[in-house]
T-cell receptor
């Protein structure tokens, strides 16, 4: 069955630390890849997406993600986190049948 | 900025009662999704509409859940009868097409007692 795995359920970092959140999926066909973010009290919103082309994609607020097809991975990175990045982050994969599967999410807490 | 509207924001209901949620997608968005999110998990697709037609309801518990989008605009998700295990956040999302990112509403938090 198709699935999305996010390796870390909870991450605690200090401000200015670097961030990398892992995401792996199981699906052999063409995929579209997304990272969504949910800030406290707000709705899910798109952080970045990959459809095709350059596998290194840049999103809002300094986030980026790299699609590595051979590893079925789409890890999220940010060189220096801020307190305002405290949120829950969801990796999502849209398969050829246009069904989107979400990972379980990673809760990030950034200490000021 | 256009948003997906959902109501109510919160709903408490007794088990075996009926409950309904409403969603108004962003204007012009042909694709509408209902997701269920249990605490500590990611959203799980319940049903996906393309205009007024259901294109995926494979994860919808059809013995108690129903969804409709009669005019291809707003949508209603109904649970009858509600069970304790239905307590969750119910998210509505929409997108211009099936192959683009989704825009989410604030959700309806359902508690079944």
């Amino acid at each position: 069955a198709q699935s999305v795995s996010q390796h870390n359920h909870h991450v605690i970092l200090s401000e200015a630390a670097s961030l990398e959140l892992g995401c792996n999926y199981s699906y052999g066909g063409t995929v579209n890849l997304f990272w969504y973010v949910q800030y406290p009290g707000q709705h899910l919103q798109l952080l970045l997406k990959y459809f095709s082309g350059d596998p290194l994609v840049k999103g809002i607020k300094g986030f980026e993600a790299e699609f590595i097809k051979s590893k079925f991975s789409f890890n999220l990175r940010k060189p220096s986190v801020q307190w305002s990045d405290t949120a829950e982050y969801f990796c999502a994969v849209k398969t050829g049948g246009f069904k989107t599967i979400f990972g379980a999410g990673t809760r990030l807490f950034v200490k000021a | 900025e256009a948003e997906v509207a959902q109501s109510p924001r919160y709903k408490i209901t007794e088990k075996s009662q009926a409950v309904a949620f409403w969603c108004d997608p962003i204007s012009g968005h042909a694709t509408l999704y209902w997701y269920r999110q249990i605490l500590g998990q990611g959203p799980e697709l319940l049903v996906q509409f393309q205009d007024e037609s259901v294109v995926d309801d494979s994860q919808l518990p059809k013995d108690r859940f129903s969804a409709e989008r009669l005019k291809g605009v707003d949508s209603t998700l109904k649970i009858q009868p509600a069970e304790l295990g239905d307590s969750a956040m119910y998210l509505c999302a929409s997108s211009p097409g099936a192959n683009t990112e989704a825009f989410f509403g604030q959700g309806t938090r359902l508690t079944v007692v």
